[in-house]
Protein backbone atom coordinates (compact mmCIF):
# COMPACT_ATOMS: atom_id res chain seq x y z
CA UNK A 1 0.00 0.00 0.00
CA UNK A 2 1.40 3.57 -1.47
CA UNK A 3 2.49 5.59 2.04
CA UNK A 4 0.39 8.92 2.16
CA UNK A 5 2.11 11.81 1.03
CA UNK A 6 2.36 14.95 2.51
CA UNK A 7 -0.10 17.57 1.53
CA UNK A 8 -0.18 21.26 2.05
CA UNK A 9 -3.07 23.17 1.85
CA UNK A 10 -2.97 25.37 -1.22
CA UNK A 11 -6.41 26.87 -1.63
CA UNK A 12 -10.33 27.49 -0.69
CA UNK A 13 -12.43 28.10 -4.05
CA UNK A 14 -15.53 30.05 -4.01
CA UNK A 15 -18.03 29.73 -6.64
CA UNK A 16 -20.09 32.64 -8.59
CA UNK A 17 -22.72 33.30 -11.30
CA UNK A 18 -20.60 36.36 -12.41
CA UNK A 19 -17.27 37.19 -11.59
CA UNK A 20 -18.74 40.40 -10.71
CA UNK A 21 -21.48 38.49 -8.29
CA UNK A 22 -18.30 37.06 -6.70
CA UNK A 23 -16.47 40.61 -6.50
CA UNK A 24 -19.54 42.18 -5.05
CA UNK A 25 -19.95 39.00 -2.03
CA UNK A 26 -16.16 39.72 -1.07
CA UNK A 27 -16.77 43.86 -0.80
CA UNK A 28 -19.70 42.52 1.38
CA UNK A 29 -19.20 39.72 3.46
CA UNK A 30 -15.13 39.64 3.48
CA UNK A 31 -14.86 43.37 3.60
CA UNK A 32 -12.28 43.53 0.68
CA UNK A 33 -11.77 43.83 -3.16
CA UNK A 34 -10.13 41.74 -5.15
CA UNK A 35 -8.52 42.66 -8.02
CA UNK A 36 -5.66 39.76 -8.81
CA UNK A 37 -6.68 37.03 -11.41
CA UNK A 38 -7.86 36.58 -14.80
CA UNK A 39 -8.72 33.86 -17.36
CA UNK A 40 -8.51 30.46 -17.66
CA UNK A 41 -8.94 29.75 -21.29
CA UNK A 42 -8.92 26.15 -21.45
CA UNK A 43 -11.89 25.67 -19.08
CA UNK A 44 -13.37 28.85 -20.00
CA UNK A 45 -13.52 30.46 -16.69
CA UNK A 46 -12.02 33.46 -14.75
CA UNK A 47 -11.35 34.51 -11.49
CA UNK A 48 -10.31 36.92 -8.81
CA UNK A 49 -7.66 35.75 -5.97
CA UNK A 50 -6.26 37.19 -2.86
CA UNK A 51 -4.20 36.30 0.23
CA UNK A 52 -5.48 34.25 3.16
CA UNK A 53 -2.44 33.18 4.57
CA UNK A 54 -1.50 32.71 8.19
CA UNK A 55 0.58 30.93 10.94
CA UNK A 56 -1.68 27.98 10.38
CA UNK A 57 -1.76 27.92 6.50
CA UNK A 58 1.28 29.86 4.81
CA UNK A 59 1.28 30.22 1.67
CA UNK A 60 -2.56 29.74 0.90
CA UNK A 61 -5.09 32.12 -0.70
CA UNK A 62 -8.86 32.52 -1.86
CA UNK A 63 -10.00 32.00 -5.19
CA UNK A 64 -13.45 33.68 -6.70
CA UNK A 65 -14.25 31.72 -10.21
CA UNK A 66 -16.93 32.03 -12.23
CA UNK A 67 -17.49 31.06 -16.05
CA UNK A 68 -16.36 33.72 -18.43
CA UNK A 69 -19.33 34.85 -21.05
CA UNK A 70 -16.37 36.15 -23.18
CA UNK A 71 -14.93 32.62 -23.71
CA UNK A 72 -15.66 29.76 -25.97
CA UNK A 73 -16.81 27.19 -24.48
CA UNK A 74 -14.63 24.26 -23.66
CA UNK A 75 -15.59 20.91 -24.98
CA UNK A 76 -14.47 18.87 -21.81
CA UNK A 77 -16.49 20.07 -18.56
CA UNK A 78 -15.10 22.63 -16.60
CA UNK A 79 -13.83 21.52 -13.14
CA UNK A 80 -15.57 22.67 -9.94
CA UNK A 81 -19.21 21.38 -11.08
CA UNK A 82 -19.61 24.97 -12.56
CA UNK A 83 -21.34 23.30 -15.38
CA UNK A 84 -23.81 21.28 -13.36
CA UNK A 85 -27.63 22.38 -13.00
CA UNK A 86 -28.09 22.44 -9.56
CA UNK A 87 -24.68 24.13 -8.80
CA UNK A 88 -25.62 26.64 -11.38
CA UNK A 89 -29.26 27.05 -9.19
CA UNK A 90 -27.60 27.85 -6.42
CA UNK A 91 -25.06 30.91 -7.65
CA UNK A 92 -28.03 32.35 -8.92
CA UNK A 93 -29.04 32.85 -5.35
CA UNK A 94 -25.64 33.74 -4.10
CA UNK A 95 -21.54 32.89 -4.39
CA UNK A 96 -20.49 29.91 -1.97
CA UNK A 97 -17.32 27.95 -1.14
CA UNK A 98 -17.70 24.55 -3.23
CA UNK A 99 -13.86 23.09 -2.84
CA UNK A 100 -10.50 23.44 -1.79
CA UNK A 101 -7.19 22.52 -3.27
CA UNK A 102 -3.93 20.39 -1.68
CA UNK A 103 -0.49 21.06 -2.60
CA UNK A 104 1.93 18.19 -3.19
CA UNK A 105 5.55 17.80 -4.68
CA UNK A 106 4.27 14.82 -7.00
CA UNK A 107 1.01 15.28 -7.93
CA UNK A 108 1.26 11.60 -10.29
CA UNK A 109 2.30 9.81 -7.04
CA UNK A 110 -0.22 11.36 -5.15
CA UNK A 111 -2.53 11.09 -7.50
CA UNK A 112 -2.15 7.35 -7.33
CA UNK A 113 -2.09 7.32 -3.43
CA UNK A 114 -5.46 8.77 -3.12
CA UNK A 115 -6.92 6.47 -6.29
CA UNK A 116 -5.53 3.33 -3.82
CA UNK A 117 -7.27 5.26 -0.76
CA UNK A 118 -10.89 4.98 -3.03
CA UNK A 119 -10.78 8.54 -3.72
CA UNK A 120 -10.96 9.13 -7.67
CA UNK A 121 -9.66 12.73 -7.98
CA UNK A 122 -9.56 12.76 -11.67
CA UNK A 123 -6.58 13.37 -14.00
CA UNK A 124 -3.52 15.39 -14.38
CA UNK A 125 -3.95 18.51 -16.34
CA UNK A 126 -1.33 20.94 -17.32
CA UNK A 127 -3.02 24.27 -16.90
CA UNK A 128 -1.46 28.21 -16.87
CA UNK A 129 -3.13 31.48 -15.92
CA UNK A 130 -0.42 34.33 -17.47
CA UNK A 131 2.92 33.44 -15.98
CA UNK A 132 1.38 30.73 -13.38
CA UNK A 133 1.87 27.19 -14.37
CA UNK A 134 1.17 24.36 -12.56
CA UNK A 135 -0.83 20.75 -13.40
CA UNK A 136 -3.62 19.99 -11.04
CA UNK A 137 -6.56 16.80 -10.89
CA UNK A 138 -9.72 17.36 -12.67
CA UNK A 139 -12.92 14.60 -13.40
CA UNK A 140 -13.70 14.05 -16.70
CA UNK A 141 -16.85 15.35 -15.79
CA UNK A 142 -16.16 17.97 -13.66
CA UNK A 143 -17.50 16.76 -10.48
CA UNK A 144 -15.68 17.43 -7.20
CA UNK A 145 -14.96 14.47 -5.11
CA UNK A 146 -16.75 13.82 -2.00
CA UNK A 147 -19.17 16.62 -2.65
CA UNK A 148 -15.97 18.91 -2.09
CA UNK A 149 -14.90 17.46 1.18
CA UNK A 150 -11.81 15.71 -0.79
CA UNK A 151 -9.37 18.07 -2.56
CA UNK A 152 -8.60 18.66 -5.79
CA UNK A 153 -4.67 18.36 -6.45
CA UNK A 154 -2.65 21.02 -7.54
CA UNK A 155 1.62 20.75 -8.03
CA UNK A 156 3.39 24.52 -8.82
CA UNK A 157 5.56 25.35 -11.22
CA UNK A 158 8.24 28.07 -10.35
CA UNK A 159 6.12 30.45 -9.21
CA UNK A 160 3.19 30.40 -6.87
CA UNK A 161 0.15 33.10 -6.46
CA UNK A 162 0.87 33.98 -3.11
CA UNK A 163 4.35 35.16 -4.24
CA UNK A 164 3.13 38.34 -5.44
CA UNK A 165 -0.44 38.70 -3.41
CA UNK A 166 -0.66 41.70 -1.37
CA UNK A 167 -1.52 41.05 2.48
CA UNK A 168 -5.30 41.30 2.41
CA UNK A 169 -6.19 41.41 5.77
CA UNK A 170 -7.98 37.95 5.81
CA UNK A 171 -6.88 35.14 7.54
CA UNK A 172 -7.74 31.58 7.48
CA UNK A 173 -8.29 30.76 11.04
CA UNK A 174 -9.67 26.71 10.39
CA UNK A 175 -10.49 24.49 7.94
CA UNK A 176 -12.51 21.20 8.41
CA UNK A 177 -13.81 18.39 5.78
CA UNK A 178 -16.27 15.68 6.28
CA UNK A 179 -14.11 13.40 4.27
CA UNK A 180 -14.08 9.31 4.30
CA UNK A 181 -10.42 9.01 3.74
CA UNK A 182 -7.53 8.14 5.76
CA UNK A 183 -6.71 10.96 7.78
CA UNK A 184 -3.05 10.96 6.23
CA UNK A 185 -4.19 12.83 3.52
CA UNK A 186 -5.29 15.67 4.93
CA UNK A 187 -3.01 18.64 5.13
CA UNK A 188 -1.48 19.29 8.44
CA UNK A 189 -4.23 22.00 10.21
CA UNK A 190 -7.27 20.60 8.50
CA UNK A 191 -9.75 18.67 10.91
CA UNK A 192 -11.70 15.88 9.60
CA UNK A 193 -14.52 16.40 11.74
CA UNK A 194 -17.08 18.64 9.83
CA UNK A 195 -20.64 17.75 9.01
CA UNK A 196 -20.96 19.28 5.95
CA UNK A 197 -18.18 18.14 3.35
CA UNK A 198 -16.75 21.66 3.80
CA UNK A 199 -16.48 24.67 6.76
CA UNK A 200 -13.38 27.26 6.46
CA UNK A 201 -13.55 30.02 9.28
CA UNK A 202 -11.43 33.42 8.31
CA UNK A 203 -10.77 36.48 10.36
CA UNK A 204 -12.11 39.23 8.12
CA UNK A 205 -12.21 43.13 8.48
CA UNK A 206 -15.75 42.66 9.30
CA UNK A 207 -14.85 39.74 12.47
CA UNK A 208 -15.00 36.16 12.27
CA UNK A 209 -16.52 34.71 8.93
CA UNK A 210 -17.48 31.35 8.75
CA UNK A 211 -17.98 29.73 5.16
CA UNK A 212 -19.78 26.28 4.64
CA UNK A 213 -19.32 24.42 1.58
CA UNK A 214 -23.08 22.38 0.55
CA UNK A 215 -25.11 25.81 2.35
CA UNK A 216 -25.07 29.23 1.07
CA UNK A 217 -22.65 31.50 2.23
CA UNK A 218 -24.42 33.79 5.24
CA UNK A 219 -27.11 31.17 5.81
Known sequence: MNTAPRLELDHLVVAA???DEGVSWCERLLGLSPTA???HVFMGTHNRVFSVSSSAFP?????IIAI????????HAR??????ADMQQRLKRRPQLVHWVARCADIGATRAAMVEAG????????????ALR???TVRSDGRRMLAGAAPALIEWGDAHPTDNLPASGVHLDALSVAAPMRTGFLPGGVLADALVPLTAVLTTANGSVTLTAGLLAGD
Open 17 to 19: ASL
Open 37 to 39: GGQ
Open 59 to 63: RCYLE
Open 68 to 75: DPTLTAPA
Open 79 to 84: WFDLDD
Open 119 to 130: VDCGEVMQAERG
Open 134 to 136: WRI
